[in-house]
């Protein structure tokens, strides 16, 4: 500990300017125009795992964005431990509302704020660095391989082929990400559930071009009102989703599970104080924890339609389109739920418009189980660098990929996440603590040892 | 007759080439960044008028944008004739649709294309020229004044206190005013009843910040679910909306007169292949012209909130828009609506959201009586150029600041519209037939003449 502590100590600021490289590059996957910092970021990640010390490294082609593999081998018969992890980050609008520049990393109250600080270049870096450390210090125990990707934001379209194609060079015994949050850094915890996704593009189209709303109001059917009420058609007043058969598939979660969850350190004013609300609102029956833990969603990410400038504008518009997701639990099929949702809107619009329902990507829920060699590796690390065993929880996030690499790849993966739920990942602001970056660092190489011990038992 | 054809026709090219110069000014009242292309408007206007024989012309200041006024007074006793007009026009966004460049006219099919060809420049320049061929041919038996403002597609927010301080001023016997359409070309029409308006704009705060859409999502009211289930909940499956109050004031119009609408040539078919629709949607138990006519109605104009942009973002956004009008009819106060919509969408909004309904504008609706003077000598000036008697309709549209004549300056309208319903105004691709245009310029001046013939009887 004291070893690793003072390698950290000491390295502090090259940590952070070579992390802050990686960050200035805008690999927003989800925008066409960023293609080619998508390959500068994937360049980097090889420059950043040959210099920490792979044997080698290289950027791959998929069908997208590229990926960058690298790897250290050093003994065929130690266990291998893979790092997941991604290159790309989500889009930065409302630019307006980021006091700073997201591209530009700047460290202010003990933490780093820009695009990426947490999801995921932040928390990616901490194992760049703590293989570096292992590898100077000759404690590397495992084989290490790095899977980095540009395509986690979207979904990672692509990577599910590149996983078919490369499975010999994959072989692994766990697969370690940290792409999570923690309840609090005081409270450690490790994620041991994923929810699954499902997201969908509708477009409404009323006439075929904006009309008057003055000459025509009242005797065309306005899109935007069309679609209004095909979104509230989807959930009742108690949160409860109206899509036929959703919750058909869904695993009721047993009430000693329930009862055990309840006593995670949560504080219902404090979150409803952090965002300034009056109120919350979910599904009737289920905490706010369990709402996000062990429920799915229903969710419109984005709407629009007709006419959304300065003053007013009297038009009746052609169209009305909206970005709509779901959150999905254990059981759900993530393909089910896409074709469902597509059936029920089609089914419950009217005769006088036209709906395009795009399903746009999604993917599988994910479950670890606490007795995997993995997971207490995991468990004794954070508890010596925090002092305290971390609470198993389950995320409200997805990252459907993980259940991909259990289905094609067989191997499991462990969610040590350092985020915390402050950190506004997917929004204006994002944050990454320096104290969560330097622990993460420290905490890292605990798991190597404490897995390569497991792994002989 | 015959001399007006032939001006028109030796003049031709020349007024069009004075419209497009009129045109090309993008005088958007909507957006601050045009504040100086009202002022050059303004001033275009001055020099039309003063070119066309006015006495005199003059830019004059409002607390908004300015008003052109000219006058030309032939005899103290003789009837005066005020038109009324407006200089500004309405966005272009989408910009995208347009097949031309909106503020640079082209001629093509026997049409103007460009925002503002029919939407009031090619409407309102019809009046400039009409007056110049009076003038010049010497043949002007009432006086002129000419009431140009730069607010009308903004609901005319300053003109009512301007008519308050030039009452003197702004004496005339009757209002003109092109700014509606007729039937067809082929079936001449006077609108005869205009709608009142009122427009919102609607904010929908759920958390502070934009959140992520896993992390929080079941847990954390979406203000894009919220608005759209507060949309839903305006208007039935029967199309009558569901403000407590709000068809109190509106006067049932009589069978009879129901009966004299219904033979207004109309084909639904046509109505809807025209806009590609498959079916119509409009308050149960009345027409598609009953509908737009006699009715009031409910349009969402515009709706945003969250990621609107490429591919997927994994959202919960922390606010939802929407820009709201209704459309009223007569003896619906537009402020009483106003008031009861803000009333009705901040009762209906649930305790986890914050509701900010704001009223932008509105005005009230109008209706001109048949047995008018001017009506007659409207009438008659169709009859004498389109061959037939013109059918007096109730048009949907709102043209609020007329209402308001008649309160504040105690003069009546006469709407003599050369616009057709294919012209698209408001939308992109507006486009003012050459036919109308031209045919305006012959029917205005003989408008004058039955005018000063009926106010001597």
Chains 1, 2 share one sequence.
């Not at 969610?415 to 739920?421: A, D, H, N, R, S």
């Amino acid at each position: 500990m004291n070893e690793i502590n003072n390698y950290v100590k000491a390295n502090e600021d090259r940590f952070l300017d070579e992390l802050f490289e990686l960050i200035r590059i805008p690999s927003i996957s989800s925008l066409p125009e960023h293609k080619e910092d998508m390959y500068r970021a994937a360049e980097k990640w090889k420059e950043i795992l040959l210099a920490a010390g792979a044997d080698k490294a290289e950027v791959m082609e998929t069908n997208g964005n590229p990926v960058t593999y690298g790897e250290k081998i050093i003994d065929p018969d130690a266990p291998t431990v893979m790092v997941y992890a991604h290159m790309d980050v989500m889009p930065v609008d409302p630019l307006e509302k980021w006091k700073t520049d997201p591209f530009e990393p700047v460290v202010k109250d003990g933490k780093i704020w820009a695009r990426g600080a947490d999801d995921d270049k932040g928390q990616s870096f901490m194992h760049a660095k703590a293989f570096e450390y292992l590898v100077k210090s000759g404690k590397l125990e495992c084989n290490v391989k790095f899977l980095i990707e540009g395509e986690e934001e979207i979904g990672s379209p692509n990577l599910p082929d590149f996983c078919e194609k490369h499975k010999e060079m994959l072989k692994a015994d766990i697969i370690l990400v940290s792409d999570t949050s923690m309840i609090a850094p005081d409270v450690p915890s490790i994620t041991t559930g994923l929810r699954g996704l499902a997201y969908w593009q509708v477009e409404v189209t009323g006439p075929n071009i904006d009309l008057h709303s003055g000459l025509f109001g009242g005797a065309v059917a306005n899109p935007i009102n069309v679609l209004s009420k095909m979104i509230a058609q989807t959930m009742d007043d108690d949160g409860r989703i109206l899509i036929p058969g959703f919750y058909d598939d869904v695993v009721e979660v047993s009430a000693e599970e329930r009862a055990k969850m309840a006593k995670a350190p949560f504080s219902l004013d404090d979150y409803k104080k952090s965002l300034d609300l009056k109120e919350v609102f979910g599904e009737k029956g289920y905490s706010t924890n369990e709402r996000t833990g062990i429920r799915p969603t229903f969710d419109v990410c984005g709407i629009w339609g007709g006419y959304t400038g300065e003053g007013a504008k009297t038009v009746l518009p052609s169209k009305a389109y909206a970005k709509i997701s779901t959150r999905l639990v254990p059981n759900q099929d993530h393909n089910k739920i896409a074709k469902m949702f597509v059936e029920y809107f089609e089914s419950i619009a009217p005769e006088y418009v036209i709906i395009k329902a795009e399903y746009l990507h999604g993917g599988p829920s994910y479950v670890c189980p606490i007795d995997l060699p993995a997971y207490k590796a995991a468990e004794k690390a954070f508890k010596d660098v925090y002092g305290k065993d971390p609470v198993p929880v389950r995320s409200g996030g997805s990252i459907p990929i993980i259940a991909t690499f259990e289905e094609v790849l067989g191997i499991k993966s462990v969610l040590m996440g350092f985020g915390l739920g402050s950190d506004a990942i997917h929004s204006p602001n994002e944050n990454f603590p320096l104290e969560q970056f330097y622990n993460g660092i420290r905490t890292i190489p605990l798991f190597y040892k404490y897995f390569a011990e497991e792994m002989k038992k």
